[in-house]
């Protein structure tokens, strides 16, 4: 199993577009086949930090879902949105 955690620092005054884009995404994704779980979050402390925690039955999973359609028209469109570049980490289940 492979979980994610992608964090999305947004400008001041975007964030009802970008999560316009980003629930798109969400509802996509959870169609996809190898999604197990797909969750977006907001950061208690910064309602500008907005996170995506999935988790994928496998590596190849997860770059299907990278090529997909909605991820190349969506995550590009959501970029106009962020205040900087922010981590993608990706983590394997230790036994």
């Known amino acids: 199993m492979i979980k994610v955690v992608a964090k999305n620092i947004l400008q001041d005054g975007t964030k009802d ?16 086949d190898g999604c197990i779980t797909y969750e977006l979050y907001e950061s208690d402390g910064n309602p500008n930090i907005i996170t995506f925690i999935e988790e994928w039955e496998s590596l190849a999973k997860l770059t299907a879902h ?22 993608v980490e990706i983590y394997r289940r230790l036994k």
């Open 17 to 32: 577009q970008a999560l316009a884009l980003l629930e798109e995404m969400v509802t996509a994704t959870r169609k996809e």
């Open 66 to 87: 990278i090529n997909s359609e909605h991820f190349k028209r969506i995550i590009p469109a959501v970029g106009k949105f962020v205040a900087e570049d922010s981590p």
